[in-house]
């Protein structure tokens, strides 16, 4: 076992220091349906992610201060603001990835900190912005480390595994991209073999980081679509890093807006986006009307937007 491949960047929150090099390269042709168990004693009333007014920054450079964000169970969530105004730095401490600086961040109440490595990839799967991929690394062997989580000693690869892979990247899309190396494909496809990682996974929640960087529009909304399914279909909580707001507003259950560290309005897209919150949380005038095709709010961004609000 090599300790020194890393997977993706930062991938000690999804217990991924230490992939084997070769994870079966082998994919099963029978695709399942995967759905995502409760933890031992996990309740279904218990919000089980949840930042309690932490302190997040870098090198001393605070980011958020006092900030609270309750993720509710089985929901698809979806996080808006504006470039550097602390979505990212959010996930990844939600993700263990950042530790805070005060407060805390629980899961399954308790301090995310206080599980190894891998207990807490076995339940909450990350995807973030940036992706390195080992050199020359197969499609299926980089889906296929998906599972190191669910490897023990007494525990090796199973039929479970491949068959968690063979639907992961039946879901995505790239299975005809199984034997091809990695570095071979465009930036759209490497995004889906890194998202069909993380579902190879099996994490009942999924938090993704601006999931349809790269992707065409097409894509997009099959990634998006995707995201739904596995909420609505397998219970999985999923939380998304959203640029598009029409997107946001289209497949989120529940909406975190936030702005210059601190969240300005969280709820239901119906019951909290207007006009004048879209102008506070990205100083953009808009008009707010139905989307014909969901109901959902839609932006419509003002002509005179490039001329300076009114």
């Known amino acids: ?45 218990l ?24 993720i509710p169970d089985g929901t698809f969530t979806v996080i808006i603001g504006p470039n550097a105004c602390g979505k990212s730095t959010l996930l990844r401490a939600l993700a263990r990835l ?4 005060a407060g805390s961040v629980l899961l ?38 998906g599972r190191y989580p669910h490897q023990t000693l007494l525990r090796q690869w199973s039929q479970a595994d491949e068959d968690a892979v063979t639907a992961a990247m039946a879901a995505t899309g790239v299975t005809d991209l199984s034997a091809r190396s990695v570095d071979e ?26 999931p349809t960087t790269y992707l065409d529009i097409a894509h997009q909304i099959q990634l998006l679509d ?8 397998s219970g999985r909580t999923v939380v998304a890093v959203l640029h598009d707001l029409n997107h946001a507003f289209r497949y989120a259950d529940h909406l975190i807006a936030m702005r210059d560290g601190r969240v300005v ?9 207007t006009a004048e919150l879209v102008r506070e949380v990205f100083a953009l005038g808009c008009r707010i009307i139905d989307d014909p095709e969901t109901g959902a709010p839609l932006v419509i961004p003002l002509a005179e937007n490039a001329a300076g609000l009114h």
């Open 98 to 101: 950042l530790a805070p600086e």
């Open 108 to 145: 399954d109440g308790k301090a995310i900190g206080s599980y190894p490595a891998k207990e807490v990839a076995r339940r909450v799967g990350l995807l973030p912005q940036t992706s390195t991929a080992p050199d020359g690394i197969r499609v299926a062997d980089l889906v296929a480390r």
């Open 185 to 210: 494909l465009s930036g759209g496809q490497r995004q889906r073999v890194w998202i069909a990682m993380v579902l190879a996974q099996e994490t009942p929640i999924v938090l993704l980081d601006e």
């Open 265 to 273: 309005a969280a709820g239901a897209p119906r019951e909290i986006v």
């Open 1 to 45: 076992m090599n300790e020194n491949l890393s997977v993706r960047a930062d991938s000690d929150a999804a217990g991924l220091d230490d992939v084997p090099e070769q994870a079966n390269p082998t994919v099963a042709h029978a695709v399942r349906s995967a759905e995502a168990a409760d933890p031992p004693g996990a309740r279904a009333d």
């Open 226 to 233: 995707l995201c739904r399914t596995l909420n609505r279909d």
């Open 47 to 70: 919000v089980r992610l949840r930042a309690d007014r932490v302190r997040l920054g870098y090198r001393g450079r605070t980011i958020s201060d006092e900030l609270s964000v309750q």
